[in-house]
């Protein structure tokens, strides 16, 4: 039976493009790690906005807003069972796990990148007892991750994430990285169109049996902000309108997942807001 839990969204970034204006206020960080640990959500923690030609940031910046936020919230922090780490940098997540990783039960790398190098493998077998998550990208290289709406296959489909995740897996399996570790993520948004994105909605499930672990997050996606924008015109240009309309058929989606994705073990659900998953028969 499949096994489905949650990895609530917390973003240390001033331009976050779901809740940058907050992400700085300690009152609202608290509340936000209070909702979660209610709900009994892990945590995914990012210190840079992957969002599409943001800038990036350097090494030192990250890990000052990850570090920081990690060392005022602790005593919270340390009441989840889970910590994801969001970063396509291996140089971050060893700064955390050098400071941290005696601190928190379950370590997951979130590398957006899709990346599998020297210093990927290197660092999962350092530190062999974190998860890793391995999404799909097409960026040629770690330093491009902010570029990925660079990098698109007019013929993407399922089929193509298929052969992508197995020469992937291939070659951590190959560098003695258990596939057990190894959880995978089709990156909605990531290297995609919007119609590769809701064409994705439908057809992942296909692929689900080259995994027993799966990541998926919708929420808050460009592609879901569009549909909503032809269904509400009205609404069209109002940002924050568009996100909060989108909550309705992101659970919808997930309900969705949840009912076909049944040849998994585990099935994770990365969200801004705590939800209910809309029950599809």
Known sequence: MT??????????????FSDGHLNLDQDYQIKQLEKFKNANYGIDIGAESSAPFNDPVSLQEEWARLDSYLFQHLKYLNEFKTISIDTYKPETMRLFL????????????????????DKCIKLLKDYPTIEYVLCHTLVPGRDKTLEHMNYLDPKLNADSLKTFFKQAMDKLQSSGIASERIILDPCFGFSKTTDQNLNLLDELHEIQTISK?????????????????????EIR?????????????????????ARDF????????????VGKITKIT
């Open 98 to 117: 050098d400071k941290y990783a005696k601190k928190f039960e379950r370590i997951i790398w979130n590398d957006v990148s899709g990346v599998i190098d």
């Open 3 to 16: 096994k489905i839990s949650f990895l609530g969204v917390v973003n240390t970034t001033p331009n976050s």
């Open 213 to 233: 672990r799966w990541l998926i997050g919708i929420s808050k996606k460009s592609f879901l902000r569009h549909l909503i924008s032809l269904e509400r015109p």
């Open 237 to 257: 240009d109002d940002k924050q309108a568009l996100l909060a309309a989108s909550e309705g058929p992101h659970w919808m989606y997930l309900g969705q997942f």
């Open 262 to 273: 049944n040849e998994v073990d585990d099935l994770i659900f990365r969200v801004h807001e």
